[in-house]
């Protein structure tokens, strides 16, 4: 956690509402492993991150709640009644829909003040928007003693994604980002909500998260449409989801679907056996297994499941040539945001050079590194 921004945060608030604010810091997420699994009701291996989103809150005394984005400059009123989402409403939905969501819990609250900043890079696939709806979630089911466990808290952070930002999101970003442990990433079972943390030793190595620096448009209508087509494979196979189902399965009905149809289901079922082949790798304590396991992921996000993108692959390719990297991937949701890459801690600033340099002549555009920590998840700051 960053206690620049803390400091930054806290004052705003106190300049802006002369009063002492509820602190509350919410992690990003990176995922190792396990991408698009969370929907299909599948594993994944998500992790929270040393970046993340600072809320300052209070209650209000007015009759309208004021929330004040710190790094966008941006202030927003609003009445806590018969709240309905902005038609291109960016941040603001984020926190209308966790009070909405938190009302329709028959949760009431009142008004309130709120100042928030972070340093997670927007549209890197960190889950910058879950981080901030657990901020806001947490730290009201705080001000207005609501008693919500973490576990409810994140499912009105999901329903707040799905009902206010239209992204039928599973539940890994916001799950990661509330339940994160220090030095741990944690096997998750999206269908039972619950995870198991496995404390990684990366040996001589560290991650290396590099942002392409590219979001292109096809990302929200195509998460929507690969979503649809797993559950139209599910229904033909009579399963709940695709986490139930097998290859044998799948070629059972392969010509009743399109190859664009197989190939995406099929990217699915063996991505959640990854997911646990990772978890083996760990308990092993092979990390050349890990490595591995990563490049056939990015493989299948980018040919089978076809989210992946020319920057996206370009930076994986890369990776490939270096014999200091064990293994890279294409991470979130796909066209655009960051590859995580496994690199020798001693080579970190010799491959950030170079792959910096090689992204610029190729697409004429910089792209962005960072070193992130495993780190705890949603907490007051004290």
Partial sequence: ????????????????????????FSPGRINLIGEHTDYNDGLAFPAAINKGIVLALSKSDSNKSTAC????????????????PLEDGGWRNYVLGVVAELQMAVKPIGNFNAVFAGNIPGGAGMSSSAALENSFVYGLNKLFKLGLSKTEMILISQKAEH???????????????????????????CRTVTSQPYKINFKDYKLMLINSNVKHDLSESAY???REVCEKVSRLLHIDALRDAS?????????????EDYQKALYVINENNRVKQFSEAINKDDIEALGDLLYQ??????????????????????AKENPNVLGARMMG?????????????D????????????????????????????????????
């Fill in 247 to 259: 290859k044998e399965d799948l070629d059972c009905i392969k010509f009743d679907i399109t190859d």
């Fill in 1 to 24: 956690m960053n206690k620049k921004l803390v400091k930054e945060v806290k004052s705003s608030f106190k300049e802006q509402f002369k009063t002492k604010p509820l602190l509350v």
């Fill in 163 to 189: 009902n206010f930002a239209g992204v039928k999101c599973g539940i890994m970003d916001q799950y990661a980002s509330m339940f994160g442990v220090k030095k741990s990433a944690l096997l998750l079972d």
């Fill in 297 to 318: 992921s990015h493989e299948g996000l980018s040919t089978n499941y076809r989210v992946s993108c020319d920057e996206l692959d370009f930076l994986v390719e890369r």
């Fill in 333 to 345: 949701g796909g066209f655009g945001g960051c590859t995580i890459n496994l690199i020798k801690k």
């Fill in 224 to 226: 929507n449409d690969r």
């Fill in 69 to 84: 984005a710190l790094n966008k400059n941006e202030i927003y009123k609003f009445n806590t009644e018969n709240i309905k």
């Fill in 347 to 382: 080579e970190f600033k010799t491959f950030k050079k170079d792959t910096t340099k090689k992204f610029r002549q190729r697409f004429e555009k910089d792209c962005t590194v960072y070193s992130v920590k495993l780190s705890r998840g949603t907490k007051i700051v004290k």
